[in-house]
């Protein structure tokens, strides 16, 4: 199966320059806990999880009112191509210990593949548990 069949299509994004509060609201509004950060031209620059709001952000800045997207954003983003097998997308998401791939038609964004996505229209079954416990090698 390819990612294109069951990725979750045309991703929410930010840009650089907008706050974590923004990025809060934003994931409260659309119900979803990633955002890929962009810059102008669309081309991604990074990612934003809920984790890295709480965990990077709240717990270790106390205030995070002014904190900007580039302070907490993870910038080594892992991406697929849409024609990607999701098999191979699954093994780099376990390597990674990630839950969500995004991906890009270049540098542009075009879906999200999460284990949800893999698990629901895959048919796999254990794959979250066994890639958030880091033993999916074993399910094979």
Known sequence: MRCEEIMTRNPTTLQPNATVVDAARLMAKED???IPVVDQSG???GVITDRDI???????NGDITRIQLTQLMETNVACCAPQDDTEEVRRKMDER?????LVCEGKRPVGVISLQN???DAGLGGTVRAVKEGTSARLQ
């Open 32 to 34: 979803i806990g990633f």
């Open 43 to 45: 081309n991604v620059q």
């Open 54 to 60: 709480v965990v990077k952000g709240l717990a270790k």
């Open 97 to 101: 210990q990630i839950q969500r791939m």
């Open 118 to 120: 893999l698990t629901r």
